[in-house]
């Protein structure tokens, strides 16, 4: 039996979310913990792998099972009850033997968050940056997400993927109430890296480093040397994983 489990968690403390030797990740805590309840070894597989210090309002995630789990709510609140504080299930459900997490997903939602200012109750959860943004440029160079498809300007070096086309449903910035600047973004696909590539790229529009007409030529040139530098792992939140 294949099930999904929905999680969310504060990155912070792991070094992303994909299992590795060594090093304490997300997949990680939730397969031990998971293994102890159901007292076999058990492997998850997830819609999407975020990096070093991302976080996750929604992250979904499969396993697969020889046989039913008696009672998923109560493994929900076993689970809650000894993973680490920042991490928490949402839910466990069956799904079609052939469902995959991460192939069936039509599209995932991404934040980044911006404080304009200190702020010590984001520390870990935002990037800061007081320096002066004209958000209306960088709302401006978003509408070119919708013109293109192919986004290897701001694909991680040597990638091995078959291809950088992407279909961007959502791109924008929301100014909200105490200097917090939030982008939001939606795409069938994401290529590594991609999101920080975008954000820090628009945060030099803002700055005036680049125009808007700049923004499009780095598009068009499908050279991620052209583009900004990665903005900081902090601000960025998987916000939704659809299926």
């Given amino acids: 039996m294949r099930y999904f489990i929905d999680c969310s968690y504060k990155g912070t403390n ?5 299992a590795q030797e060594n090093a304490r990740t997300i997949q ?4 031990k913990v998971l293994s102890i309840l159901l007292r076999k070894p058990v492997e998850i597989v997830g819609s999407s792998r975020t990096d070093t210090g991302v976080h996750a309002k929604h992250q979904t995630a499969h396993f697969d099972l020889e046989e039913a789990i008696p009672n998923p709510e109560n493994t929900v609140y076993r689970m809650n009850k000894m993973l680490p504080f920042d991490i928490s ?7 079609a033997d052939d469902y995959h997490s991460r192939f069936e997903a039509t599209s995932r939602k991404y934040e980044y968050h911006i404080s304009r200012k200190k702020n010590p109750f984001l ?3 935002c990037y800061e940056f007081t320096p002066v943004l004209n958000i209306t440029a960088m709302n401006e160079a ?3 997400f919708f013109k293109y498809i192919d986004f290897e300007s701001f694909s991680k070096l040597h990638s091995q993927v078959f291809t950088f086309n992407c279909t961007i449903m959502e791109a924008r910035w929301e100014e909200r109430e105490n200097g917090i600047l ?7 696909r994401f290529l590594r890296g991609m999101v920080r590539a975008i954000v820090g790229t628009l945060i030099e529009v803002g700055m005036g480093k680049i125009s808007v007409e700049d923004f499009e030529k780095i598009i068009q040139s499908k050279n991620r040397q052209k583009a900004g530098g990665a903005a900081p792992p902090q601000g960025l939140f998987l916000m939704e994983v659809n299926y």
């Fill in 14 to 18: 792991y070094c992303g979310w994909q």
């Fill in 28 to 31: 990680g805590e939730i397969e």
């Fill in 89 to 95: 299930i949402l839910n466990i459900f069956t799904v």
């Fill in 123 to 125: 520390k870990d959860l």
């Fill in 142 to 144: 978003c509408q070119y």
């Fill in 182 to 188: 939030v982008f939001h973004i939606k795409s069938n």
